[in-house]
């Protein structure tokens, strides 16, 4: 049968905006999908970055204004790669055009900007998602379809931890591209947006919704110069985080991250323990997950681990044979593939705006109880 195409406008060129470009031009040919993304449109202010990023990915045109991106008739889905202050206008902007709304992580700086995006694109009924791509780790889905299996019996922990070290030297600076990650203006926050977000998004999806929490943040260098200014200026995001949270089913918590963690470049890490198991997963050995099963005989118990690159385990059997191993750009492959899906079948893939502004909820309720001390409700 032939396929319907699904036109993409790209908004923003950089890390993001090439993973997600790459996921467009490979889902095709390997998941049979009733539609074929085509890389319609990428819009930036700067022209000329624009169009060596569509030479590059085969973007058949540009836009240096993304609110004509949104205006135009032959764009069916906007995709949002930009830094996190722009993501609400752009998407409210495309919703209200009636576009499809895809989004990076996180949706937005704070619950209170990303409320009104969730209304939007519910307000106009058009399909929406952001793009939390771990989730899509075959491993890390594998995970939750055992911890959902009941498997692992009551859970009792959950824990994980996202470590990375490129901000250590003060002489890093914040604001403009690149770094925009370190300017509270343009990113919301600093550790706990970017990456505990992760951390939170797996852990809502496998383990259920977290009741209260409580946070330790740290700015550990307090002033950098600005990239595009030069001025030197208060930094206002949290370099490190650690958060115990206790889970509406009864578990308890602990998440850390940081990027003041010499050595390590992006180490997210997940463990569950439960009655009857515990199942382990880290990003640098991604096609692992490390399993211990209590209800084996005690003379043979013992972890073990599990290679998932069987065709039986998800998303595996759309690629080579089994045994061969994918890798991080395969889980924003599995998230278009997805996003796809659902619009045949009309059951949405997740998360949505709605389930990402939990997250979102969860993240403004770290760095209050960062300032404060104080143990806090999640909000959701
Ligand atoms: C930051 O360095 C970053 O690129 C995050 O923005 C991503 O979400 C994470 O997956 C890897 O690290």
Redesign the pocket.
Known sequence: MARKTLNIGMVGYG?MGRAHSNAYRTVGNFFDLAYQPVLKAVAARNAEKAAAFAETWGYESIEDDWRRLVEREDIDAIDICTPNDLHAEIAIAAAGAGKMVLCE?PLARTAAEALPMVEAVEKAGVPNLVWY??RRVPAVSFIKQIVASGKLGKIFHYRSKFL?D?TISPDVPQGGAGTW?LDVGAAGSGVTG??LA?CIDGAIWINGSIDTLTAMTETFVKQRRNALSGEVQAVGIDDAAAVLTRFANGSLGTFESTRYARGHK?LYTLEINGEHGSLAWDLHDLNRVQWFDHRVESALRGWSSILVTDGDHPYLGRWWVPGLSIGYEHSFVHTVADFIEGLSSGKPAAPTFRDALETTQICDAIIESGRSGAWVSAGA
């Open positions: 890390f992580k791509n771990y990375q490129w990650r970017d990456l992760h992006a």
